[in-house]
């Protein structure tokens, strides 16, 4: 693996290739929109234990029908995030993003199966299974006022980061505060898209093959935070190239 400079020197190549070719034709940009929006529901609710495959979630998503032997719970999921994504998109018309645009994109994302607990900041302590750095996590009672700090943090931090760097960290800061009850690990990856997004680079979508090695990089951002931003840069390349390839759009 390159270092990290390496690595975002990489993708600020390719990313003159990709905004080169802007705008996109509509048809272009709603067939993007689906693939991204199918890619990153299936995966993201797959690293968290969701069994729909990805063709049982587009199904789900786009003809709302249902798949025999799996649990509501998994198609609820599905429905809310592919929901969750819509919003998104809408959202990233801008690089702005709220605390109450965060709250509102938990809310509809877990609101088909966790009714009004959805967009809640939540009343308990919790604990990241598996982590060895559960203390820094934030205690309930903080919650409102680091989320406050985090949201009034971010265009400072959006103004002196490259974009891919802030995509991370805002990923990275959000799990520590980990102000819901659930649906940390989805609305985490879904803030670190919005970011991306809005600058106009592609999706992370993280395959649940690769869930150790994502975990792993979260872990170890505790001691070393550059650990997590260069896993996420080494994502982007790789979401880039993909991108490129699906476009046909030529070398720079
Ligand atoms: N060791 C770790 N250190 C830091 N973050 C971690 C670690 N392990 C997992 N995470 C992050 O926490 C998320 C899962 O958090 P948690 O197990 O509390 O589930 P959750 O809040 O219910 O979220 P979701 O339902 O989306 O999984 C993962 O998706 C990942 O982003």
């Known amino acids: 693996m390159d270092g990290i400079n390496q690595t975002l020197k990489k993708i600020d190549h390719n990313q003159i290739s990709i905004n080169q070719n802007r705008p996109l034709e509509q048809t272009q940009v709603k067939n993007l929109k689906n693939y991204f929006k199918i890619g990153l529901t299936y995966a993201s609710n797959a690293l968290e234990g969701n069994t729909l495959t990805e063709s049982e979630t587009k199904v789900v998503i ?12 998994d198609h609820l999921e599905a429905i809310g995030h592919a929901r969750a994504f819509d919003y998104l998109w809408e959202l990233a018309k801008s690089a702005d993003i709220t605390e109450n645009d965060i709250k509102e994109l938990h809310k509809i994302c877990f609101q088909p199966k966790d009714g009004a607990a959805a967009g809640q900041y939540r009343q308990v302590d919790v604990i990241i299974t598996g982590s060895h750095h559960n203390d820094k996590l934030s205690r309930h009672e903080d919650v409102p006022a680091h989320m406050r700090d985090f949201a009034a943090q971010l265009p400072e931090k959006r103004a002196r980061l490259h974009p891919v760097v802030y995509a991370a960290t805002l990923h990275r800061d ?37 869930k150790h090695e994502y975990i792993q990089a979260l872990e170890k951002s505790h001691s070393n935070s550059q650990m997590f931003t260069h896993y996420i840069a080494e994502q982007v390349l790789q979401a880039q190239r993909d991108y490129i390839r699906l476009l046909h759009l030529p070398p720079v």
């Open 62 to 73: 786009e003809e709302g029908i249902t798949i025999g032997g799996k649990p509501l719970k």
């Open 174 to 210: 959000f799990i520590y505060i980990h102000p819901f009850e659930d649906g940390n690990g989805r609305t985490a990856r879904l803030l670190m898209n919005h970011a991306l997004l809005a600058t106009g680079y592609p999706p992370v979508i993280i395959s649940p093959a690769f």
